[in-house]
C-alpha cells in the first residue's frame, strides 16, 4: 500500500496528527456534560442536549478522525501532493475544533449567538477543506482503484451532509420550523452515517486490513461491484422522499445487508490473517464488525418490534461501529505515522511500532470503551446509568488521547538536531 511513497508526496506529520489527537477531546467533553447534565434531558433524541452529544460524537470526534485521515491518505493511494498542507490543515482545523465547540454550547445552553457561530466556522473549515481536497482527488488523481472511488463518494456524501446540516442549523438557530424538516433530517442522518461514514470506512479497510492485518484482500465483487450497488441504492433511498414518493424501506434492508455483509468479510480475513499475532487493534475492529452486523439485523427486524429501536440503532452504528473502529484505526495509524517520517529523516534506532503504545495501556482502555458503551445502552433503559457512561467515556477518551500524544512524542523526541519542530515541514 505504501510502496514508493516519499516524504515529498506525504503531507507533514503534523497535518493528520492534529486531528486524531484532539478527536479524543470532544468525547471527554461528552462525559463532563453527561456528568453535570439532566438526564431527563435526553429522553427525547431531538432535545438540544441530545443534539449537542450527538455532534460532539460525529463531527467532534467521527469528523475530526476522518478528515485526518483523508490529508494522508490521499497522497498516500493516489500519490498525489496536497497543495500547502500545512496552512490547510491549520485553518480547517481551527474552523472546525471552534465551530464544532459553539455548535455543543449553542445546542446544550440554547444559544442563538452560538448556533449561528457554529454555521460560520463549520461551514467555512467543510468548504476551504472539500475545496482544497476534492479538487486533488476528482482531478489529479492518475490511477484510481476501488478505494479511490468509495472516497470519491463519500467525499459527495459530506457535501450532502454539509449543506444539509447547513439549513437544519440555519433554521434552528432562526427558530423556524419548515414542513419538509422531518425529510430533512431523515437525508441528513443517511447521508452522514451511510454515505460519508460507511463509504470512506468501506473505502479505506480495502487497503488497511490486507496491509496492516496481513490478511487476503476482500473479494474484487464487493469492492466493485458491491460498492456500486450500495452508492446507487443510497443515491435512490436520498431522492426518493423529495422525487418519487413511495416507501424506501426495502431500499434501506438493501443497504442494511450489504453492510452486514461487508462485515463479514472483515471479520473472516481477520480470523484468517497470516500473522496471528495478539493485536488490541484487531479486538476493535471485531467489535466494530460485530457491532454493525447487530445494528443491520436490528435495522431489518425493526418494523416487526413493537418498541422504537432507533436510540438502539444509532448506539450501535455510531458508538459500537464507528468509535471502535476509528479507536483500532488510530492505534495503528499514529505509530505508523511516526516511524514512517523518522526513518524518511534517517532516524532509524526507534520503537517498533508495536513497542511505541504500551499494550497493557490500549487493553485497559478497550475495556473502559467496552464499558462506555454497555452502560451508554443502559442509560436508555434505566437513566441511573447515565452518569457512570459519562465517567466511563470521559475515562476510555482520556486514556486514548493519552496513548496517541505518547506516540506522537516519539517523534519529536527523536528528530534530528537542527530539524525543523515541525518536522522539515514547510508550506
Do not use: C
Not at 467489535?287 to 452486523?293: D, F, G, K, T, V
Not at 475515562?395 to 530539524?419: E, F, R, T, V
Amino acid at each position: 500500500m505504501f510502496q514508493g511513497i516519499s516524504l515529498d508526496q506525504a503531507p507533514p506529520f503534523s497535518v493528520p496528527v492534529r486531528f486524531f489527537l484532539t478527536a479524543p477531546l470532544f468525547l471527554m467533553l461528552s462525559g463532563v456534560l453527561m456528568l453535570l447534565g439532566d438526564p431527563s434531558a435526553l429522553e427525547s433524541r431531538w432535545s438540544y442536549p441530545s443534539l449537542a452529544l450527538v455532534h460532539a460524537l460525529t463531527v467532534g470526534f467521527g469528523g475530526m478522525v476522518m478528515l485526518g485521515a483523508l490529508t494522508q491518505m490521499l497522497p498516500v493511494l493516489a500519490g498525489v501532493k496536497l497543495r500547502s498542507p500545512l496552512k490547510l490543515a491549520r485553518i480547517v482545523h481551527s474552523a472546525l475544533s471552534f465551530g464544532t465547540l459553539a455548535m455543543i454550547f449553542g445546542f446544550w445552553f440554547s444559544s442563538v449567538p452560538l448556533l449561528f457561530l457554529a454555521l460560520g466556522l463549520l461551514g467555512a473549515g467543510f468548504g476551504l477543506f472539500l475545496f482544497g481536497l476534492g479538487y486533488e482527488l476528482f482531478f489529479r488523481v492518475a490511477f484510481v482503484n476501488s478505494t479511490i472511488k468509495a472516497m470519491r463518494y463519500a467525499v459527495v456524501a459530506l457535501v450532502l451532509v454539509v449543506l444539509s446540516g447547513g439549513i437544519m442549523l440555519g433554521l434552528h438557530a432562526l427558530g423556524i420550523s419548515v414542513p419538509w424538516q422531518m425529510e430533512m433530517i431523515q437525508f441528513h442522518l443517511k447521508a452522514g452515517s451511510l454515505g460519508w461514514t460507511f463509504l470512506l470506512i468501506l473505502g479505506v479497510s480495502f487497503q488497511v486490513i490486507p496491509m496492516f492485518y496481513v490478511t487476503q484482500e476482500y473479494p474484487l465483487w464487493l469492492r466493485e461491484k458491491g460498492v456500486k450497488l450500495f452508492v446507487g441504492v443510497l443515491l435512490l433511498s436520498l431522492g426518493m422522499p423529495w422525487f418519487l414518493g413511495g416507501d424506501e424501506g426495502w431500499l434501506l434492508d438493501i443497504l442494511a445487508i450489504l453492510a452486514i455483509l461487508w462485515s463479514a468479510f472483515t471479520l473472516k480475513n481477520l480470523a484468517s490473517r497470516k500473522r496471528a499475532l495478539a493485536d488490541t487493534t484487531i479486538r476493535y475492529w471485531q467489535i466494530s464488525s460485530l457491532s454493525l452486523i447487530l445494528f443491520g439485523l436490528l435495522f431489518l427486524l425493526s418494523p416487526y418490534l413493537s418498541w422504537d429501536s432507533s436510540s438502539w440503532l444509532f448506539l450501535l452504528f455510531a458508538y459500537g461501529f464507528g468509535v471502535s473502529l476509528i479507536n483500532g484505526m488510530l492505534y495503528k495509524i499514529i505509530p505508523f505515522l511516526v516511524w514512517f517520517h523518522l526513518s524518511g529523516a534517517g532516524v532509524f534506532m526507534i520503537p517498533s511500532m508495536r513497542e511505541m503504545i504500551e499494550e497493557k495501556r490500549m487493553l485497559l482502555q478497550l475495556f473502559l470503551h467496552l464499558l462506555a458503551g454497555i452502560t451508554l445502552g443502559a442509560g436508555m433503559v434505566q437513566s441511573l446509568f447515565f452518569y457512570p457512561a459519562g465517567l466511563l467515556l470521559l475515562l476510555s477518551n482520556g486514556l486514548l488521547g493519552y496513548n496517541l500524544y505518547k506516540a506522537s512524542q516519539i517523534y519529536y523526541a527523536n528528530l534530528p538536531k537542527g530539524a525543523d519542530s515541525n518536522g522539515m515541514e514547510k508550506n
